[in-house]
């Protein structure tokens, strides 16, 4: 077995200059030794995020276009899409710096941004980049997330789930959706029997971090969902009030 190798030392010289590869084979005019030059000097005291930032902004300098015409660029390096549900951070890692340059310099335009975090997330995932755009653009996101919950793919329904997550790892602390967590607890409802254990994970760390918010609301949700008769899977419900469960405060006559 090779020996581990932390994720943030992956971030380095070797993969910028594979990145910049495949953006000349699409641009040309692109300067790859600035580009590499730039990156090299500046990540090696890093850590994990200040590396890809330092790439993706970097990307932003060495290609010289608006966003438009960079993004169109930069899809066009993507490589096949993840068919399997492991691999997000081992095999997709490369596309990190793409999430973050769209959260970065995408703000403004948000139909192709989101194009974009809808691709890459096929390949890694857009979980931090879509973000600032809930926060910019609060109900055009949500119209969005809720077309991508009924999607094929399962890394795009896990996003729905994921990127809106109270307290995503790695990230900014974010209030609830339309400033009530009930919200977030029903655009969970049509994963609440997703067939994909990626899905569930997700769903089942969302309510999780809600109960830290508002454990009532969530012992209510649930109980609604129940006297519908809306599928539920036991173990989102089991590990989504973990955090519940270990510090006893589990409603006596609460089952799952």
């Known amino acids: 077995m090779g020996k581990y190798v932390p994720l943030k030392f992956l ?34 005291n890093l850590e994990l995020k200040q590396r890809i930032e330092v790439i993706a902004d970097e990307l932003h300098n060495a290609l010289q276009k608006d966003f438009n015409a960079a ?17 997000t951070f081992t095999n ?6 793409l999430a973050k340059y769209v959260e970065k310099y995408g703000l403004n335009d948000f139909k192709i941004s989101f194009n974009a975090m809808y691709e890459i997330t096929k390949r890694n ?8 755009f809930l926060e910019t653009y609060h109900e055009d996101t949500l119209d969005i997330l809720q077309q991508w919950i009924h999607d094929e793919n399962s ?13 995503l790892p790695w990230a900014k602390k974010i209030g609830a959706l ?16 997703d067939p994909s254990k990626y899905v569930q994970k997700s769903v089942a760390n969302h309510i999780n971090d809600i109960t830290k918010e508002d454990k009532e609301l969530v012992f209510q949700w649930l109980q609604q969902l129940r006297d519908k ?7 989102i419900i089991k ?5 519940v469960i270990k510090s006893g405060t589990l409603p006596k006559n609460f089952s799952f």
Request: proline share 8%; hydrophobic share 35%; glycine share 6%.
């Open 229 to 235: 008769q809306h599928p539920i899977n036991p173990w």
């Open 11 to 44: 971030f380095n010289e070797e993969l910028t200059e594979k990145i910049a590869d495949s953006i000349c084979k699409h641009d040309p005019y692109f300067s790859k030794n600035i580009f590499v030059d730039s990156v090299a000097c500046k990540v090696e």
């Open 239 to 243: 590990h989504g009030l973990r955090t």
């Open 178 to 193: 339309k400033g009530d967590f009930k919200y977030n607890l029903q655009l969970l409802e049509p994963l609440m029997n």
């Open 155 to 167: 890394h795009i329904r896990r996003l729905v789930s994921e990127g809106t997550r109270p307290r």
């Open 125 to 132: 995932t857009a979980e931090y980049a879509i973000r600032p």
């Open 71 to 87: 993004i169109h660029i930069l899809l066009k390096t993507l490589g096949p899409e993840n068919t399997t549900e492991v691999g």
């Open 92 to 97: 997709g890692y490369m596309y990190m710096p």
